[in-house]
Structures are given as structure tokens and as C-alpha cells.
């Protein structure tokens, strides 16, 4: 089981930027596939991006593509999500999940969550 806390989030005016940070607890960090996925209120969770456990491969939303960057440091057992050009539709609560072997853009197929972190960008 891996242990994940986001942090990072706020309140953006639209256009801003933000860079989310999830720090994980264990020491083989290296070998899950992570992604952030959020939840806007009355809306299901939906996958934003994932990275691969060494960071060589990387699947974007829609969404994402573009505007959103995900990164790692396994050295630091932490993934980042730089977000830029944030659009008031970005407002949602932020989370990273960690699942073995490759990125999925499904919910169901990740073991460990965060608890999330609040985005909201004001129009």
C-alpha cells in the first residue's frame, strides 16, 4: 500500500497557473504508475493524466493536453502536476492515485488514493 498527500492547491484566477505536488510514502514509489484524476462537485471523478513508474510514458486527457504537465522525481517519492492556462471548468478537488504497472484512465483499477486537494479558478 502506498500512502499519498497532495498538496498545492488554491484559489486561481483563470489563465493562472498552479503546480499540485503528490508525495508518497513508500520506498519502491518506483514501481507504480501514477495519475491525477478530479471531481467536480455533482460530477464523477475523471481522469486527468498519468505517468508511467519511470516517467518514460505519459497519457493526457482532452483536457489536459496542452495546458497541463505531469512530472516525477522517484528520487523524492513525489509526482507533480504543473497546470497552466487554468480555465474556471478546472475547479474540482485534485487527486493522485497509484496503481502497479501501467497508467489506466480508470478510477476502479487504482489501488491508493490521496485525499485531494482543493483547485477552484475564478472566472
Known amino acids: 500500500q502506498v500512502q499519498l498527500v497532495e498538496s498545492g492547491g488554491g484559489l486561481v484566477q483563470a489563465g493562472g497557473s498552479l503546480r499540485l505536488s503528490c508525495a508518497a510514502s513508500?520506498?519502491?514509489?518506483?514501481?507504480?504508475?501514477m495519475a491525477w484524476f478530479r471531481q467536480a462537485p455533482g460530477k464523477e471523478r475523471e481522469f486527468v493524466v498519468g505517468?508511467?513508474?519511470?516517467?518514460?510514458?505519459?497519457y493526457y486527457s482532452r483536457s489536459a493536453k496542452g495546458r497541463f504537465t505531469i512530472s516525477r522525481d522517484n528520487a523524492k517519492n513525489t509526482v507533480y502536476l504543473q497546470m497552466n492556462s487554468l480555465k474556471p471548468e478546472d475547479t474540482a478537488v485534485y487527486y493522485c492515485?497509484?496503481?502497479?504497472?501501467?497508467?489506466?484512465?480508470?478510477?476502479?483499477?487504482?489501488?491508493?488514493w490521496g485525499q485531494g486537494t482543493q483547485v477552484t479558478v475564478s472566472s
Open positions: 492515485a497509484a496503481r502497479r504497472v501501467m497508467i489506466t484512465t480508470t478510477a476502479q483499477d487504482y489501488d491508493d
Open positions: 513508500r520506498r519502491t514509489f518506483s514501481n507504480y504508475a
Open positions: 505517468i508511467s513508474w519511470n516517467g518514460g510514458g505519459t
